[in-house]
């Protein structure tokens, strides 16, 4: 029974926060654990992981053209399949976290194969034998052919993703875990947490975090402390099943999106590496550094939309998040689709310019024109990512059930997933139907002859009608109020 003072039960048990308990397996407690102070350690964790992701991602297409002498099209499809692969991993440690080990135990296994892979990619670029033999001790190559495929640099490469998939689904959802959706002021801070969390992120400032309790949601699957009633799992299934399939109209029309988003790491940089990138005192930046711009833009951005933005709209729309998550989203898309229009036009003026000063026939020879041109679809591309990257976060948290949380953010990666598959076919096919009868395709390697400025138009015209899509059947979703935010 429970001990009644005066009247109403204990202070300990108002404290306690329902179907919620902490890393031992005791009743949550609101005022010793959860909330901000566990989300902030989360967040650092984040924060050290995306550091080494991005490290490999925004380098791996300069190595493979460079070292390992990949052609630009090969380099980028496997830029793509990689990254693609570590985004559809998330759907297979999703399932294994919300029905076998719980998301906890699957973030601290998948950050040790991780951590391996990681180590073992380190080896294979800076051990002689682990490297092409033709391509070592070169600073200015920049095609070769290695005698052999590097078999412990792919591995490696793909162990990471590996650790990716069970990492990224859960630790973002075990973040938003730490807030209880029934306090009112929890309630609002959870959806504050996604815009932070991404600027956490993309801020890449690592931070020494004190490390406190955190709760764990009560999510009824194998592995977990406590289990639900047995006749609630069985009724719940299908209802779990159509909170998901209610989703598809929304995943589908927002792979084009992530087909453009592949372009910052592959296109964009192979742009850069092109163009003049001299800031002073002789210093160059490096073209892969260029995408640090998306970062830098999102880490400004974020405030202003977190403590201007959605104060002032909250006060015109009643909303608690200013906008709704859709409205978000579709906002983003639009500028994903302005962007290429940008980039294209971008594109444009350096080929003229290569074409003027006699350069089309020198792909070595650097483009007199600035890598600040670049800079307009860079920024785009960050406000963009403010608005759908983290809509699209706290939607598929929020829309589907409790159980399935994991689930939801690994759906969420998966757009990119198979965006990034997505992209390769596309560069493929384009790749031969324009590259046929001796003839320059849109990705030829000589940058000065190749068109990127179609390709980019070809994406703008596909965004549009991405977002025409997706306004259609944004207009006629209806929101599961019994998850919302």
Not at 66 to 77: D, E, H, I, K, Y
Not at 265 to 271: D, H, N, V
Not at 390 to 397: C, N, R, T
Request: with cysteine.
């Amino acid at each position: 029974m429970p001990e009644i003072v005066e009247g109403r039960e204990s202070p300990v048990l108002e404290d306690t926060i329902d179907r919620m308990v902490d890393h031992k397996g005791c009743p949550a407690t609101r005022s010793s654990s959860g909330a901000w102070r566990s989300a902030y350690f989360i967040i650092g964790a984040e924060v050290a992981e995306r550091i080494a992701y991005y490290g490999i991602g925004s380098n791996l297409i300069n190595y493979l053209t460079g070292p390992l002498g990949q052609s630009t099209a090969m380099a980028a499809a496997n830029v793509n399949t990689w990254s693609g692969t570590a985004t559809l991993l998330p759907l297979l440690g999703a399932f294994v976290a919300d029905t076998y080990l719980g998301r906890y135990r699957t973030i601290v296994i998948a950050s040790l194969l991780y951590i391996l892979g990681l180590g073992l990619l380190t080896l294979s670029a800076v051990l002689p034998y682990l490297r092409p033999s033709d391509c070592q001790n070169s600073d200015k190559i920049t095609s070769c052919s290695p005698p052999q495929i590097p078999v412990i640099f792919f591995f490696s490469l793909y162990l990471v993703a590996v650790g990716e998939g069970g990492h990224k689904p859960c630790i973002q959802a075990f973040g938003a875990d730490q807030f209880d959706g029934n306090n009112p002021e929890e309630c609002k801070a959870k959806s504050s947490f996604f815009n932070w969390w991404y600027f956490s992120q993309c801020a890449g400032i690592a931070r020494n975090w004190q490390t406190t309790p955190m709760i764990t949601k009560e999510d009824g699957v194998r592995g977990t402390l406590l289990q639900q009633d047995p006749n609630v799992c069985n009724d719940g299934g299908v209802k779990e099943a159509k909170a998901v399939l209610r989703l598809f109209s929304i995943w589908a029309t927002c792979l084009v999106y992530a087909i453009v988003s592949a372009q910052s790491s592959t296109f964009f940089t192979k742009q850069g590496a092109t163009m003049d990138r001299s800031v002073g005192l002789g210093f160059d930046l490096p073209a892969a550094s260029s995408q640090s711009f998306i970062g830098i833009t999102i880490v400004l951005f974020v405030p202003i939309y977190d403590c201007i933005f959605v104060p002032s709209a909250r006060a015109f729309t009643r909303n608690q998040s200013g906008i709704t998550m859709l409205q978000r989203i579709g906002t983003g898309i639009f500028l994903y689709a302005v962007s290429m229009v940008v980039a294209a036009l971008v594109e444009m003026k350096r080929l003229k310019t290569a074409q003027e000063y006699g350069l089309v026939d020198m792909p070595n020879a650097l483009v007199p024109m600035k890598l600040w041109w670049l800079l307009p679809q860079y920024i785009l591309f960050g406000i963009a990512d403010v608005f759908t990257m983290v809509g699209l976060q706290e939607f598929f948290y929020d829309q589907v059930p409790n159980e399935l949380r994991s689930v939801g953010l690994s759906l969420y990666l998966s757009i990119f997933g198979v965006g990034s598959f997505l992209s390769s076919l596309l560069i493929a096919v384009i790749e031969k139907a324009t590259g046929g009868d001796g003839q320059d395709s849109w990705f030829t390697d000589n940058l000065n002859r190749a068109h990127l400025d179609y390709f980019y138009w070809l994406l703008a015209g596909l965004s549009t009608v991405e977002l025409a899509a997706y306004l259609y059947f944004a207009k006629s979703y209806i929101y599961d109020r019994s998850t919302l935010i």
